[in-house]
């Protein structure tokens, strides 16, 4: 079974920190997404890296970057976090086809 | 651009009823559909797809989705619910980007299951 983690369930953070949230898969899957998870809203894309150190904007990219220096690792930073950064974020992986496997998400709060 | 609308934000059931969970999308030549669940806490997980062939697609845990193209629907059924199908289901649609393939989420839609 493909298996995707995330470093942390649930984190608080204080406005103005620098946040890190890690994604690890372990099926050699050359995509991997970070989604951020609003009630009301989905599921949007934050950032898409299809290869180790390639990364592609997704449609709310603004507050966040992101690193891949591994194939297996996805970084999700938020340099100063803010309090609209409060969110659940989710990781995916793909191998390039149409199904993405989702890790069990990370439920940040700053205050 | 793709889009995807769940015309239903909540949908309460008792236990045993049947459910239909509605998505519509944009219009496109090729179009590959997704309905994927989160139950509490937890990731998401998928439950069909529909890539190409029948319209009638069966999935996990009893439920299937029907494609159609005319409607541009692509609602999720299943003819007798469980107090354990409590979730958020999504539905959702691939859109190409110049380096791969990206999912486009609809809103989400709470199916509560009462006893």
């Known amino acids: 079974d493909v298996k995707v983690t995330q470093s942390s369930r649930y984190l608080v953070k204080r406005t103005g920190e620098k946040v890190f949230l890690e994604c690890v898969q372990d099926?050699?899957?050359?995509?991997m997404f970070w989604y951020r998870q609003d009630p009301g809203l989905g599921l949007r894309l934050i950032y898409f890296?299809?290869?180790?150190?390639?990364?592609e904007k997704g449609d709310i990219p603004e507050g966040y970057s992101v690193s891949r220096e591994k194939k297996e690792r996805f970084s999700l930073i938020l340099e100063s976090a803010s309090t609209n950064q409060t969110s659940m974020y989710l990781c995916?992986?793909?191998?390039?086809?149409?199904?993405?496997?989702f890790g069990p998400g990370t439920r940040l709060t700053v205050t | 651009a793709q889009s995807v609308t769940q015309l239903d934000s909540q949908v309460p059931v008792f236990e045993e009823a049947p459910v239909e969970l509605r998505c519509n999308y944009s219009?496109?030549?090729?179009?590959?559909l997704f309905w994927y669940v989160q139950y509490p806490n937890q990731g998401l997980q998928l439950l069909l797809k529909?890539?190409?062939?029948?319209?009638l697609v069966k999935g996990i845990n009893g439920f299937e989705a029907e494609f159609n193209k005319s409607q541009t629907s692509f609602h999720l059924r299943k003819p007798s619910v469980h107090i354990s199908d409590t979730a958020e289901y999504f539905c959702?649609?691939?859109?190409?980007?110049?380096?791969?393939?990206?999912?486009?989420f609809g809103a989400g839609t709470i199916l509560r299951v009462k006893s």
């Open positions: 959702a649609v691939i859109t190409a980007m110049e380096y791969g393939n990206k999912l486009v």
């Open positions: 219009s496109s030549v090729s179009v590959y």
């Open positions: 995916a992986s793909t191998s390039g086809g149409y199904e993405q496997y």
């Open positions: 890296s299809y290869d180790v150190k390639m990364k």
């Open positions: 099926m050699d899957h050359e995509n």
């Open positions: 529909y890539l190409s062939g029948s319209t």
